[in-house]
């Protein structure tokens, strides 16, 4: 798709993220529409989607609503004849039903961190290698993430869409795109903190992968030292990467890479406006995340192994 200045784009739900994506899509040439109910937008503003798609022709939506409200959303795109691309950002959505149909439009998810630098240079260096173990860790104290708010009010805080599970579920999506599907999964989660939130602040994971014999994955909104990091042991290969420094190592040495605010989100962008984008995460591989997700509540509830065999 070549991106024009007579190409519009919709964004649905402007909160951090939507503002995000509309900044950029602006500077990429397109004209900008939002539907949100806040009243400092700006960009021409809608409060229903439907009226926006009566007055405009976008080529590329993005659902940026709430995690709850993101496949209705969808559906109301398929059900006004919506032909175009469309991203939802991630997660696909609060709660996976028992059947989710295709739409019948390009869809993608919004795990940006597929274009990270350093995630990109290791995906290259374990190309055809045998893999042994990984461990995902992310964490970061949820007040100092939501600054000049009440974080206990913000979404990472909401019954059926925050809790780190779904909120940090990047590093779900990194451990199915680097290593295949999930085989067996146990996890352990809770609201161990002082956060005074209804939501599960910490989740550690550990599972195998068709790729992978052993992967862990820890999540948390306690840390007071902000961090990203990938770990993984390979044949004849270890790294480690830190995408908050942009930085990865090896036996052989250290790669440092920008890790420019906007560096992921553009580079997606410019990806699913290819024909056929190379690393955006389809529908079916968001659909993938949701399941994995339910099946780490399900062993962390039941206190057993969960099997995808």
């Not at 919506?82 to 919004?110: H, M, N, Q, S, W």
């Not at 100092?144 to 805080?157: F, L, N, Q, T, V």
Request: glycine share 8%; with cysteine.
């Amino acid at each position: 798709m070549q991106q024009t200045k007579e190409q519009g784009c919709l964004v649905v739900g402007y909160g951090s993220i939507g503002a995000r994506h509309a900044e950029l899509l602006k500077g990429m040439g397109f004209e900008v529409v939002c539907v949100s109910r806040r009243d400092d937008i700006p960009f021409p503003c809608f409060d229903r989607l439907e009226a926006a798609l009566e007055v405009s022709n976008p080529s590329v939506v993005v659902v940026s609503s709430r995690t709850a409200e993101h496949l209705e959303n969808c559906w109301s795109l398929a059900r006004e004849g919506y032909t175009g691309l469309v991203l939802v950002e991630k997660p696909l959505c609060a709660e996976l039903p028992d059947a989710l149909p295709t739409p019948p439009y390009r869809t993608f998810i919004g795990y940006n961190l597929r274009f990270h630098p350093v995630v990109k240079r290791l995906r290259e260096l374990l190309r055809g290698r045998e893999v042994f173990s990984a461990q995902f860790s992310v964490g970061q104290y949820l007040p100092s993430w939501r600054p000049g708010s009440d974080y206990r009010k913000c979404y990472s805080s909401s019954m059926g869409e925050g809790g780190v599970l779904r909120d940090l579920s990047h590093e779900l999506d990194l451990a199915l795109w680097l290593f295949g599907p999930w085989t067996n999964v146990a996890a352990v989660m809770g609201t161990w903190g002082k956060l005074e939130i209804g939501v599960e602040d910490t989740v550690d994971i550990l599972a195998r992968f068709t790729r992978c014999p052993s992967v862990s994955i820890h999540l948390d909104y306690q840390n007071l030292f902000p961090h990203r990091t990938i770990s993984v042991q390979a044949d004849g290969m270890s790294l480690w990467g830190d995408l908050v420094h942009g930085i990865l190592r090896t036996q052989g040495g250290e790669e440092v890479f920008s890790t420019e605010r906007n560096g992921t989100y553009l580079a997606q962008w410019q990806d699913l406006l290819k024909d056929e984008p190379d690393c955006a995460c389809t529908w079916g591989e968001g659909v993938a995340v949701m399941q994995f997700i339910h099946a780490a509540e399900r062993a962390a509830i039941q206190q057993r192994w969960e099997n995808n065999l």
